[in-house]
């Protein structure tokens, strides 16, 4: 396979526009993808039947507008591109205005309360920003989506309207700094995306993974990942070929898949992508999240997306490595080497400093779900506290701007912004500090907080949104200044000084951080049930309001969105579990259990000097366990009535959170323990040890 051939050859790319269009109509569009100026409308037809011709040659015979609902997965309606004729044939057509509008029933999306029953229609538009592309015979273009009145019903909206409110304020701080020719500035991000591998066959027979994602019963293995053999170890010939089959799907859609390893746990593994622009990147992610389960099937596996899909084992996670990038290609989080590039590097470094302490609430709920609660603040994953790591170099470098001191590094000099220049700063590309939930890794900031299965669209809005609003604040404040040099000095002393508290260098994971953030004021916002409801704080309303990235409306919608989902999945979750307690656990340890008694019968029978002790004891242990265990689904069966009459989503959240899923837990314990005492060949469903060691 000869790799820059097939590369991207299923996308509408710039390459590809440049060949099949004419001259000026490329131009125009091409001033849209770049510039962000609205679509002249009289292109729209030559663009669509030029795409439409280059996508039936490669064999496509359907379009669809892909867009991304609150779902957080995709979605697609698929049209033919046939056309009738006069002599009852067909010719292949499709039209500007079938191009750029969709009208798709939003009836049955989540808007959380915005689109009343009477107003199902919902649109879609054309996103020129991100490439169509082929898949399974069908014409992609990427959409956004909105309701009939206008109010916005997808995730890829805010984000363009995040980037937007970004580069407008990072475009004033370039000109402070004397810089007229950057006409952009784009947020960068490469997703490092957490995934498991298992047999499609122990997946089919265990019915909370089919249901829920996640096993809701199942003992801890003898070996999990204690040996440490699994990361970065060799991959096996069937991943591998997985991996290479999914490398090259990737790569036809346009994907820079880039690094495949193998992760902590058995069968977890990672891949991650060349970073580009947010947009991409994040319709880029959701292909590669299907993909993997696509090419996975194909394989006899399944791919496992959930946070957590096995208690006790290390979970998914998904990292969103971010920065700002200017039309011209420079990281403006790169430190630079002269005077002004580190004054310039210094005041984008505060902006998201200060944006991390002012909207831990927003980074802290934007990462918050059902399955992600089982990572953050479990010990393995970030915590629950957001902080940001700087390192031991660049905190030493603050220090010493802070107490205007000799920065006592291995240069051994005061620092003064606009006039010396920073010490060569070393790029962590080894991931020195895993434990921190945003970490500055040398010229990006890794948000490491994000659950697997998360569109990177939500976290991303909301960093874009909060470092805007900061550099908006600089702007002001610089653009009113005598001496430059001075003010942005003293801006970035003030800076450090009021928000210091939010830089964390040490182990995320002890004890002491808990207590120490605390101390610092901290937020420590333990479930989806006290982070959710942070969202409609007035503060918050007031930014996205600010930057025109959320009506107030439409926050509310959001958080009633992600709340209501909330409680339906650890309602499916605690349904499964009566089910599976009822239906398979309970008289399959019946079932040993009898055998047991005859057993006990049978050896008395013979003789009445053979001992039974372990048999009674393991009949006595099971039969306690598994009364227990019935007992608990009856319990769990009443709170879910109980929790269903709740009328407030916030309030039914927090009963899910502190009444069901403590139950949950506790049924799901009888059940491990009878794991460990019942016959292998009675067990009903694959263990841990089944399923992580099978592929
Ligand atoms: P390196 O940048 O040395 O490759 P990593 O291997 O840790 O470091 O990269 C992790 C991810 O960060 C990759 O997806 C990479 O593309 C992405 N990344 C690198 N530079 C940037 C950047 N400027 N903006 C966003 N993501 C980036
Ligand atoms: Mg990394």
Redesign the pocket.
Known sequence: MKVPEIFGENVFNLQVMQDKLPKEVFKSLKETIDKGTPLDASIAGVVANAMKDWAVEKGATHYTHWFQPMTGITAEKHDSFISPTKDGKVIMDFSGKELVVGESDASSFPSGGVRATFEARGYTAWDPTSYAFIKDGTLCIPSTFFSYSGEVLDKKTPLLRSMRALNEQALRILRLFGNTSVKRVYP???A?QEYFLIDRKMYDARKDLVLSGRTLFGAKPPKGQELEDHYFGPIKLRVSAFMKELDEELWKLGIFSKTEHNEVAPSQHEL????TVTNLASDQNQLIMETMKKVASRHGLYCLLHEKPFKGVNGSGKHN???M?TDKGV?LLDPGSTPAENGQFMLFLMAVVKAVDEYQDLLRLTVTSAGNDHRLGANEAPPAIVSIYLGEELTEVIDALEHGVKYEGKTKQIMKLGVDTLPELPKD?TDRNRTSPFAF?G??FEFRMLGSTFSIAGPNIIVNTIVADELRQFADELEKADDFNAALHDLVVRTIREHKRIIFNGNNYCAEWEKEAEKRGLLNLKNSAEALPRFADKKNIDLFARHKVFTEREVRSRMEIMLENYCKVVAIEGQTMIEMGRQDIYPAVNAYILELCKTIEHKTAVSQKLSCAAEREIVSRLSGDNEKMYAKAAEIEKLLAEAKAVADTSKQAKFFADRVLPVMEEMRAYADDMEGYTAKKYWPFPTYADILFSV
Do not use: H, L
């Not at 991650?272 to 970073?275: L, Q, R, V």
């Open positions: 960068t991000v490469g490092e991650a992508p060349i970073f490595n971010w920065s990038s990281n590309t890794t010229n990006k």
